[in-house]
């Protein structure tokens, strides 16, 4: 995939074995030399009604771009958070944001200037640089390991120290150069960046197409010739004559509400949270984090989870646990346990509480706060769904799993492809910024990748 580039005439040894041999003429800097690192607050200037953009660490985009709708008034976020303008480089500090790339461009910011949780680093390139060869070395795949290799802290929030920063050390051509290489890389990666784009739409195709095909299998059925009736139920229409309508509640053997022990950073029992659902799945964590747990709690092959707190787009989720006692899986007191009786197959009712039209239905009982939303086990427990007898659950479910299976394929290949493409878009830009490639008599075009 990598086009053949040629190199410089002539290399030394840049004296860092991360970087390797560098182009003559180039010179070994300090971040700290040719940019301001973490600009103070009180250059800023502003009055007390003056607007600014301030930022979340989640508008930090991982692809190189910042989100800036939200807007306050200065007043609001002046004290305690890090202060960056138009042109700054923004650095994610902490886990898992650093390591999954979340780093931006400052541009289009309210008057120019922006404030931002103190979870981040700011990079201020003086006249000695190019502001976007500077944004490039931060993406490059040696800021990003020698970063993570540098952070302090516990558990699952580590930060990058200043220090690292202030002393990362580069390979630095003239202005002249760097303006050079940043036109190329520009051009290079957005070329990357589209074709990946297109990727990813095509994986919103198939997934909306796999949605669909599962939802239209717990609700209707495989046998488009039997009779249907209305039995009443709010978020379906006719459903199979023969299947019937419970509460949830009734197809369950077992409610049960999770811990309250918050994670202590390392032990031998796993502790499930919200995060760790994802389209019905349970992901669990590589490491414990409890070391002591009443063991009835101990998830077991089979058993859903109900997330009872979220955000209200993330509300009502659920996931089958696929482990077993073994593992050493528990649950916090968000999520809730539901253990199915001999009316419902496991994998079936996780399907159906999954599928779109019930989701929707469910969410609209929660009931919304400031940043989360709640649907407690009662009331959900109490929401009406429809069920094929127990045999018809497992014929459908093992139709959905075997025709699931050629989307997940598919998708399966087009994230591996999208994933080579992101390889190659930071082996391109460690190669253009340490110098291996010579981009200098270049034209800047359409580079065809395969």
């Known amino acids: 995939m990598m086009a053949k580039f040629k190199g410089y005439e002539s290399y030394v040894d840049s004296g860092v074995e991360s970087i390797g041999y560098m182009p003559t003429g180039w010179t070994l800097k300090r971040l700290k030399h040719v940019c301001v690192l973490n600009p103070s607050k009180s250059e800023a200037k502003l ?37 960056f303008r138009d042109g700054d480089i923004i650095v994610a500090k902490v886990t898992p944001c650093f390591e999954n790339g979340n780093i931006a461009l400052a541009q289009d ?26 944004f490039y070395l931060v993406q490059s795949n040696r800021f990003r390991l020698e970063g993570i290799a540098s952070m302090y802290g516990v558990a699952g929030l580590k930060r990058i120290p200043a220090d690292f920063m202030a002393n990362f050390k580069f390979a630095l051509p003239s202005v002249a150069e760097q303006i050079q290489i940043a036109d190329f890389l520009d051009q290079k990666t957005n070329e990357i960046d589209s074709v990946v784009a297109d990727k ?3 994986i919103s195709v198939l997934d909306e197409q796999r949605k669909t095909l599962i939802t239209d299998a717990v609700t209707k059925g495989l046998n488009s010739d039997v009779e249907t009736k209305d039995f009443g139920v709010e978020w379906i229409g006719d459903i199979p004559e023969h299947w019937q309508v419970f509460k949830i509640k009734h197809v369950l053997s077992q409610i049960e ?40 709690y101990l998830l077991n092959t089979n058993d859903l989870l109900f997330n009872r707190t979220n955000s209200l787009d993330q509300i009502a989720k659920v996931g089958i646990f696929r482990g077993s006692v073994e593992d050493k899986v528990t649950f916090a007191s968000y999520l809730v346990r539901l253990k199915v009786n001999e009316k419902a197959d496991s994998e079936f009712l996780n399907l159906l509480l999954n599928c779109h039209p019930f989701l929707s239905y469910a969410r609209s009982f929660a009931i919304p706060s400031v940043s989360q939303a709640n649907l407690n086990a009662n009331r959900y427990t ?65 580079t065809m990748m395969a």
């Open 257 to 296: 509400y999770g811990i309250s022990e918050s994670s202590k950073g390392e032990g031998e029992y796993k502790l499930l949270t919200m995060g760790n659902i994802s389209h019905g799945e349970i992901q669990i964590p590589s490491g414990g984090s409890l070391n002591e747990l009443d063991e009835r």
């Open 200 to 202: 990813q739409k095509l």
């Open 47 to 83: 009055s007390e009604d003056t607007e600014v953009t301030f930022l979340p660490m989640e508008n930090i985009l991982s692809v190189g771009k910042i989100d800036t709708s939200l807007v306050k008034e200065y007043s609001e976020v002046a004290v305690g958070y890090t202060y």
């Open 109 to 134: 910011l309210t008057n120019g200037i922006a404030f931002g949780t103190t979870e981040l680093h700011v990079i201020r390139p003086t006249p000695k640089c190019d502001r976007r060869y500077i």
């Open 382 to 446: 109490n929401l009406k769904i429809i069920l094929p007898p127990v045999d018809e659950q497992r014929a459908i479910r093992d139709w959905i799993v075997e025709r699931s299976q050629y989307i997940n394929d598919a998708i399966a290949e087009i994230n591996q492809q999208i994933h080579k493409l992101k390889e190659y878009r930071l082996s391109l830009i460690f190669e253009a910024v340490t110098g291996k490639i010579d981009v200098r008599d270049l034209t800047v075009e359409a």
